[in-house]
C-alpha cells in the first residue's frame, strides 16, 4: 500500500530555518538518508503518523507524567499513569490526525499503550534517583570542542530525562521496539553524542552515565536498560565531523540518496524517492 503523503510549505529556498538549530532528530533522519531529511524537512512533505510512531509518542506522554508527578512530589501510581493516557488518547488522536482502520484496531494500540508503560512501572525502582529534568528542552551552542570552532549555530533538542543520583547524572532516553537486540552503542551514537554535549553545557557537569530504557512489545510487555559510559573526546570528534557534513548539505541544497535497510519503512519510497533523479 501507498502512503498518503502530506505537502506543507517548504522550508525556504536556502534552508535558513534549518540552519537556525541542529536537533539530533533531524541529524539522525539526515544520517539514514540525506534525501528522506530533505523530502521531510526542506520541502515538508508530511509522513502519515503510523500507529507504531502514535504508540511510541504515547509511552513518551504517559511515562512523562509519571515523573513529573514525582518531581513534583505526588503519589502517583500505575492506575493513575494509565487514567492519564486514556484520558488523553482522544486529543491525541484528533492532534496526529491519526486513523485506525477500525475502532478495534484503536482499542487494541491503546490497550497495549497501557501495558507498555505498566510493565515499565512494575519493575520501576524508586530509588534510582531523582528527576531533574523530565522532556526538557536543551539548547547550546554549537563549538567544536578540540578546535575551539563556532559552527554559528545551535544544537536544540528535548531530553526525556535526567537523574540525579549520589553518585551523578544519568540521561536516559526511552525508545519502544517490536523485538529485544544487543545493545550496539554505534546505532545511538549521534543522538547520545548530542545529549551529553548539551547536558554538558546547560548543567555544567559531566553525566555519570546514559541509558537506553526500551519497552519491548511482545506480547508480555519487557523492558531493558541499556547502559552506556560518559561520552569522550573521540565521540564529540565524531558528532562535530558529522554535524559538519550535514550543514554542508544544508548550504549546499545537496542531498543524495541512501538506499539501505531502512527504505523497507520509508513512506517516500514508491513515491518522491522514486522520482529522484541525482
Ligand atoms: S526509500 Fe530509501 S533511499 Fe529513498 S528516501 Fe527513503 S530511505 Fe532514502
Redesign the pocket.
Known amino acids: 500500500m501507498i502512503a498518503t503523503l502530506t505537502r506543507a510549505s517548504p522550508a525556504r529556498d536556502n534552508n535558513s530555518g534549518l540552519l537556525d538549530y541542529v536537533s539530533p532528530t533531524r541529524l539522525n533522519t539526515w544520517v539514514?538518508?540525506p534525501?528522506?531529511f530533505k523530502?521531510r524537512y526542506v520541502d515538508g512533505i508530511k509522513e502519515p503518523t503510523s500507529p507504531s510512531l502514535f504508540l511510541g509518542k504515547r509511552v513518551h506522554a504517559g511515562l512523562e507524567f509519571f515523573y513529573r508527578q514525582i518531581q513534583a512530589g505526588e503519589n502517583v501510581t500505575s492506575a493513575d499513569v494509565s487514567q492519564h493516557i486514556s484520558d488523553s488518547w482522544d486529543e491525541a488522536v484528533t492532534a496526529e490526525d491519526m486513523q485506525f482502520a477500525s475502532f478495534d484496531d484503536e482499542a487494541a494500540l491503546k490497550c497495549q499503550t497501557i501495558g507498555l508503560v505498566g510493565a515499565y512501572l512494575d519493575r520501576h525502582d524508586s530509588k534510582e534517583g531523582f528527576p531533574i529534568a523530565v522532556e526538557s528542552p536543551l539548547e547550546c551552542p554549537l563549538i567544536e570542542p578540540h578546535t575551539g570552532a563556532d559552527l554559528g549555530t545551535a544544537l536544540f533538542g528535548f531530553v526525556d530525562l535526567i537523574l540525579e543520583t549520589p553518585t551523578g547524572m544519568t540521561i536516559v532516553d526511552f525508545k519502544t521496539a517490536a523485538r529485544t537486540s544487543a545493545p550496539l552503542e554505534i546505532s545511538h551514537e549521534v543522538q547520545l553524542s548530542c545529549y551529553a554535549y548539551a547536558f554538558r553545557h546547560v548543567f555544567g557537569a559531566t553525566e555519570q552515565e546514559l541509558q537506553i530504557r526500551s519497552l519491548i512489545k511482545t506480547k508480555t510487555p519487557k523492558v531493558e536498560t541499556h547502559r552506556y559510559p560518559a561520552r569522550g573526546d573521540a565521540h564529540f570528534r565524531r558528532l562535530f565531523a558529522v554535524i559538519r557534513a550535514y550543514l554542508d548539505d544544508l548550504q549546499s541544497n545537496r542531498f543524495v540518496?541512501?538506499?539501505?535497510w531502512?527504505?523497507s519503512m520509508?513512506d517516500?519510497?514508491e513515491t518522491?524517492?522514486r522520482q529522484?533523479q541525482g
Not at 257 to 260: M, S
Open positions: 539514514s538518508c534525501l528522506k523530502l540518496y541512501r538506499p539501505g531502512t527504505c520509508c517516500y519510497r518522491d524517492c529522484w
